[in-house]
């Protein structure tokens, strides 16, 4: 199967059927997931974070069960994809389902640092923000780099527009704190990682200077984790320390990988 373009596929019981000319939707909430040759790194957790987010918006546990068969069925189970289940107000509430075609993963970033003051209204749930977001991120494209670091009200780190953070002090793997930042997949899979491995874990939120030097990570479904190289525009920002630690845990988080099962007849 070949697309070029997004698809995006409007379910009601009668499954999942072309919407046609999209029109404007108000996006309600969102998540999306890498799928490679038909395996997810944390395919329950995305479906859990998506249906909690939908069950808080009043979709019905029966109507969530549903649209996760039929979009099962829908997802090749070759190639490399990047599909995106959606909620949005498009004459009452409807799921939606995005198919899109999967990037390569990008094994480095180069990051530079937002205003103080997070412009989220609510960082917790992927959706309301995404928009805003993703024209935070096309600017620092534009200003030579990779993604945007947003800060809180006293100039410290929370997380990339579309990555959270992680880094490394000594033997010690750090993120930003849960009720700050969204409740990223990868960086939670990371976490339990460590947890395996007897990996402390600290969390805070810190001064950009204070990750001079260190080795810092961006993470996100697409890309797995990203090594931060580059602090700012031009000679901006703290040097960017050494990555020793993520090949290693590269292989470990994509050993987390799970081949997707369809309820609904055989993978196609």
Not at 2 to 25: F, H, I, K, N, Q
Not at 188 to 206: D, K, N, Q, S, Y
Request: charged share 30%; hydrophobic share 40%; net charge neutral.
């Amino acid at each position: 199967m070949s697309v070029d373009e997004d698809v995006v596929l409007r379910w009601s019981e009668d499954g999942l059927r072309p919407c046609g000319p999209e029109r404007s939707a108000g996006l309600l909430t969102a998540d999306s997931f890498l799928v490679d040759a038909g395996a997810v790194r944390g395919y329950e957790r995305h479906w859990t974070r998506f249906s909690g987010w939908c069950r808080e918006l009043g979709v019905a546990v029966e109507d969530l069960a549903g649209f996760r068969r039929a979009v099962e069925a829908a997802i090749p189970r070759s190639g490399r994809w990047f599909p995106r289940v959606e909620l949005v107000e498009q004459d009452g509430a409807a799921l939606r389902f995005r198919l899109r075609p999967g990037q390569p993963a990008l094994p480095e970033a180069r990051v530079m640092l937002g205003p103080p003051g997070d412009p989220r209204r609510q960082p917790r749930r992927k959706g309301p923000d995404l928009d805003a977001l993703v024209a935070l991120r096309a600017q620092a494209v534009a200003a030579g780099v990779d993604e945007l670091l947003l800060r809180d009200d006293a100039g410290r780190l929370v997380e990339g527009a579309l990555h959270s953070l992680l880094w490394w002090e000594d033997e010690t793997l750090c993120t930003t704190p849960a009720e700050a930042t969204l409740p990223g997949v990868t960086r939670a899979l990371l976490l339990e990682i460590a947890a395996e491995h007897g990996v402390a874990v600290r969390e805070r939120l810190p001064m950009a200077a204070e990750l001079a030097g260190r080795e810092t990570w961006l993470t996100n479904a697409v890309h797995g984790i990203r090594v931060v190289t580059r602090w700012g525009e031009g000679d901006g920002g703290p040097d960017a320390g050494p990555a020793r630690h993520a090949e290693l845990w590269r292989g470990r988080l994509q050993r987390t990988a799970r081949a997707i099962v369809s309820r609904t007849g055989p993978a196609r």
